[in-house]
């Protein structure tokens, strides 16, 4: 838990710092950091020059699959994956099997990640009872559990009173809602973005519309009510102008989205690829163009991989029944770099977005290299190649449409309390 890390280019946004220094690490703390620090006997050193040192990245939405589906994922393999892709933390979704509802699941993530994980696991409580939509859970004993958010990620929640009154209840808790913005009688029976594409392959389309109608809703009820709330993986361009918007009447609204989001279109469907099936679907060049001005623009506050992994049978079905998600730890990094390289975002505010912004939004005390803060940091080579390969995934699922990409960018070592978790 001892450790220097010299030479690399430190960017901390948390304290506007960006230059080529030395990081000391001692008992599991940043000690100091400077030019030219000499490592106390018995302490490593990481040879950083020519890379990025910056806080540990923070991946805000996740799906572990722990308990209950361990043979997609378990906190021991994600958490693998999210070292081996440069996040020191991750924030897990409730779509467990049971279902993080209650005290005693909260508690088992947290005790099985602090005690086997590679990574920090924060989990993240359901809205209601069992995803039903019906009833609303114990929020304080959620929280007091350790969950630092509620959702019913997977799924809306559908009655605007519940939702409402969640939204009130979680205010007064000090926990914050994460919302699921999708309208289900919009959707229907729909399996990918209704579009073109759709039209021409023959399957169901789901419109924009069942998106920004949702966000929508939820951000008048957190305008309402006077709360906090965060919209996830936002993929269309209505749903950007409406929070761009929301934020402009100080509506405390925040959001995320993801690599596939501004990498992809609905055109990877193509050829019925189950890898590009996911919820909400990739959309057209026009929503990708406003995913990318609203990271610009600050109107998206964080990037997240919404890391769903599915078992090889779950995938290779006919497009109609195969599962929504794919995999993202461990591709998130090389992707996102790809915004700095088209001038979308400089790479402070990558970082401001995969690590500042996350730990800010949900509390997590993290993203920053301040002098006394947890020494979680990940190490990036911007300029190291490699092709995204199924049998060298530390994931347990392989349900990637970046398969056999070549790209650029990786985390070469990642330190989680001062302990090296991942080194290449």
């Known amino acids: 838990m001892n450790l220097l890390i010299k030479g690399g280019r430190v960017i ?17 703390l940043i000690k100091e950091i400077g030019k030219g620090l000499v490592a106390p006997d018995g302490v490593d050193t990481v040879d950083a020059a020519g890379k990025y040192v910056v806080p540990g990245l ?5 799906h572990l699959r722990d308990p209950g589906l361990e043979y997609k994922e378990d906190i021991i393999s994600g958490t693998r994956a999210a070292a081996a892709g440069g996040f020191t ?5 409730p779509n467990t099997k049971p279902v993080i509802d209650n005290k005693t699941v909260a508690s088992y993530i947290i ?23 019906e009833r609303m859970s114990e929020m304080g004993e959620l929280k ?8 019913d990620d997977g799924k809306p929640v559908n009655n605007p009173e519940l939702m409402r009154r969640a939204l009130e209840y979680a205010r007064g808790m000090g926990i914050l809602v994460i919302t699921h913005a999708e309208d289900l009688s919009l959707v229907g ?6 579009g073109f594409t759709s039209t021409e392959i023959g399957l169901k389309g789901i419109p924009r519309v069942a998106e920004d109608i949702a966000t929508a809703r939820d951000v008048m009820l957190a305008e309402y009510t006077r709360s906090p709330i965060h919209i996830a993986h936002v993929s269309t361009e209505g749903a950007v102008r409406l929070i761009r918007e929301a934020k402009s009447r100080g509506v405390q609204v925040t959001c995320e989205t993801a690599p596939h989001y501004f990498t992809l279109t609905d055109d990877a469907v193509r050829g019925y690829n189950t890898n590009a099936k996911m919820n909400p679907p990739l959309r057209e060049a026009a929503d990708v163009a406003a995913i990318k001005a609203g990271l610009k623009d600050g109107t998206i506050d964080a990037i997240a991989t919404d890391h769903a992994p599915h078992h090889l049978d779950e995938k290779d079905v006919e497009f109609d029944v195969a599962m929504n998600g794919i995999i993202g730890l461990e591709t998130s990094l090389p992707l996102s770099l790809k915004l700095v390289d088209e001038g979308v975002l400089t790479l402070n505010q990558l970082i401001e977005k995969m690590s500042c912004n996350p730990s800010k939004i949900l509390g997590l005390q993290r993203g920053s290299l ?12 911007a300029a190291a190649q490699w092709t995204v390969d199924a049998d060298k995934l530390a994931s347990k699922s392989a349900n990637s449409p970046f398969l056999g990409w070549k790209v650029a960018g990786a985390a070469t070592c990642t330190v989680l309390a001062g302990r090296v978790v991942h080194k290449l």
């Open 189 to 194: 029976e729909g399996v990918m973005n209704e």
């Open 370 to 381: 301040r002098t006394g803060s947890v020494a979680d940091i990940t190490v990036i080579d």
């Open 144 to 151: 007091e559990a350790g969950c630092v958010a509620v959702s």
């Open 12 to 28: 901390d946004p948390s304290q506007k710092m960006d230059d080529t220094l030395d990081v000391l690490v001692t008992d599991g």
């Open 89 to 93: 933390s991750v924030v897990c979704m």
């Open 58 to 62: 923070i991946d805000m939405h996740v």
């Open 111 to 133: 005790n099985k990640a602090r005690n086997e994980g590679s990574a920090n696991v924060f989990p993240v409580g359901s809205i209601t009872y069992g995803l039903s939509g």
